[in-house]
Protein backbone atom coordinates (compact mmCIF):
# COMPACT_ATOMS: atom_id res chain seq x y z
CA UNK A 1 0.00 0.00 0.00
CA UNK A 2 2.82 2.73 0.93
CA UNK A 3 4.30 1.82 -2.49
CA UNK A 4 1.12 2.90 -4.38
CA UNK A 5 1.07 6.03 -2.71
CA UNK A 6 4.77 6.65 -3.25
CA UNK A 7 4.32 5.71 -6.99
CA UNK A 8 0.94 8.47 -7.44
CA UNK A 9 3.17 10.95 -5.45
CA UNK A 10 5.96 10.43 -7.31
CA UNK A 11 3.53 10.85 -10.36
CA UNK A 12 2.14 14.22 -9.16
CA UNK A 13 5.63 15.29 -8.85
CA UNK A 14 6.73 14.52 -12.26
CA UNK A 15 3.26 16.42 -13.41
CA UNK A 16 4.01 19.09 -11.48
CA UNK A 17 7.64 19.76 -12.58
CA UNK A 18 6.95 18.88 -16.24
CA UNK A 19 3.98 21.41 -15.58
CA UNK A 20 6.37 24.05 -15.09
CA UNK A 21 8.75 23.33 -17.56
CA UNK A 22 5.99 24.05 -20.05
CA UNK A 23 5.25 27.11 -17.59
CA UNK A 24 8.91 28.48 -18.31
CA UNK A 25 8.90 28.77 -21.72
CA UNK A 26 5.44 29.86 -21.52
CA UNK A 27 6.35 32.68 -19.32
CA UNK A 28 9.19 33.24 -21.44
CA UNK A 29 6.96 34.35 -24.48
CA UNK A 30 4.01 35.77 -22.40
CA UNK A 31 6.67 38.60 -20.63
CA UNK A 32 8.36 39.07 -23.78
CA UNK A 33 4.99 39.69 -25.54
CA UNK A 34 3.72 41.46 -22.42
CA UNK A 35 7.28 43.71 -22.01
CA UNK A 36 6.71 44.75 -25.60
CA UNK A 37 3.50 45.57 -25.88
CA UNK A 38 2.64 46.91 -22.44
CA UNK A 39 4.09 50.96 -22.91
CA UNK A 40 2.12 50.75 -25.92
CA UNK A 41 -1.08 49.26 -25.55
CA UNK A 42 -1.63 49.39 -21.47
CA UNK A 43 -0.92 46.21 -19.17
CA UNK A 44 -4.46 44.58 -19.99
CA UNK A 45 -4.24 44.06 -23.44
CA UNK A 46 -0.38 43.11 -22.93
CA UNK A 47 -1.75 40.11 -20.85
CA UNK A 48 -4.14 39.13 -22.89
CA UNK A 49 -1.56 38.97 -26.18
CA UNK A 50 1.08 37.37 -24.15
CA UNK A 51 -1.00 34.70 -23.04
CA UNK A 52 -2.54 33.89 -25.99
CA UNK A 53 0.75 33.39 -28.15
CA UNK A 54 1.67 30.68 -25.46
CA UNK A 55 -1.72 29.29 -25.18
CA UNK A 56 -1.76 26.62 -28.49
CA UNK A 57 1.84 25.42 -27.11
CA UNK A 58 0.83 25.37 -23.70
CA UNK A 59 -1.87 23.55 -24.99
CA UNK A 60 -0.45 20.50 -26.10
CA UNK A 61 2.26 20.34 -24.15
CA UNK A 62 0.52 20.14 -20.78
CA UNK A 63 -1.77 17.68 -22.08
CA UNK A 64 0.68 15.07 -23.83
CA UNK A 65 3.64 15.47 -22.03
CA UNK A 66 3.24 16.97 -18.45
CA UNK A 67 -0.19 14.80 -18.17
CA UNK A 68 -0.02 12.14 -20.64
CA UNK A 69 -3.49 12.78 -21.56
CA UNK A 70 -5.31 12.54 -24.88
CA UNK A 71 -6.38 15.91 -26.34
CA UNK A 72 -10.02 16.48 -27.03
CA UNK A 73 -12.85 19.31 -27.95
CA UNK A 74 -13.70 19.26 -23.82
CA UNK A 75 -10.32 19.40 -22.47
CA UNK A 76 -9.27 22.12 -25.22
CA UNK A 77 -12.51 24.08 -24.18
CA UNK A 78 -11.53 23.50 -20.81
CA UNK A 79 -8.29 24.55 -20.92
CA UNK A 80 -9.45 27.97 -22.88
CA UNK A 81 -11.53 28.66 -20.18
CA UNK A 82 -9.38 27.85 -17.61
CA UNK A 83 -6.88 30.73 -19.38
CA UNK A 84 -9.56 33.43 -19.94
CA UNK A 85 -10.72 32.77 -16.10
CA UNK A 86 -6.64 32.95 -15.19
CA UNK A 87 -6.17 36.31 -17.15
CA UNK A 88 -10.04 38.10 -16.20
CA UNK A 89 -10.39 37.44 -13.02
CA UNK A 90 -6.73 36.54 -11.20
CA UNK A 91 -4.55 38.13 -13.15
CA UNK A 92 -6.61 41.85 -13.74
CA UNK A 93 -6.87 41.78 -10.58
CA UNK A 94 -3.78 40.78 -8.75
CA UNK A 95 -2.45 43.51 -11.36
CA UNK A 96 -5.16 46.21 -10.10
CA UNK A 97 -4.30 45.01 -6.56
CA UNK A 98 -0.20 45.54 -7.14
CA UNK A 99 -0.58 48.96 -9.17
CA UNK A 100 -3.65 50.65 -6.79
CA UNK A 101 -3.06 49.49 -3.79
CA UNK A 102 0.68 48.13 -3.42
CA UNK A 103 1.95 51.44 -5.46
CA UNK A 104 4.04 49.66 -8.41
CA UNK A 105 4.75 50.21 -11.12
CA UNK A 106 3.11 47.49 -14.81
CA UNK A 107 6.22 45.98 -14.91
CA UNK A 108 7.44 45.19 -11.31
CA UNK A 109 3.47 43.94 -10.70
CA UNK A 110 3.88 42.22 -13.52
CA UNK A 111 6.20 39.57 -11.85
CA UNK A 112 4.30 38.56 -8.51
CA UNK A 113 1.50 38.15 -10.76
CA UNK A 114 2.94 36.03 -12.99
CA UNK A 115 4.06 33.71 -10.35
CA UNK A 116 1.24 33.85 -8.64
CA UNK A 117 -1.23 33.23 -11.64
CA UNK A 118 0.97 30.13 -12.65
CA UNK A 119 0.32 28.43 -9.67
CA UNK A 120 -3.47 29.04 -10.22
CA UNK A 121 -3.61 27.98 -13.52
CA UNK A 122 -1.69 24.52 -12.67
CA UNK A 123 -4.60 23.63 -10.36
CA UNK A 124 -6.97 24.70 -12.94
CA UNK A 125 -5.59 23.14 -16.19
CA UNK A 126 -4.82 20.06 -14.11
CA UNK A 127 -8.08 19.30 -13.01
CA UNK A 128 -9.35 19.94 -16.64
CA UNK A 129 -7.21 17.68 -18.08
CA UNK A 130 -8.29 14.62 -15.74
CA UNK A 131 -11.69 15.68 -15.69
CA UNK A 132 -12.52 15.82 -19.88
Not at 65 to 80: D, L, M, P, R, Y
Amino acid sequence: MKLSCAIKDYKKIQEFIKFCIVGVVCIAIDSTVFYILHNWTGYRIAIVSGSACGLVFNYFANVLWSFKQETSIKNAVGIIVAFIVNIFIVRFSLMWLFINIAGLNEGVAFIPTLIISVITNFFFVRYIVYKY
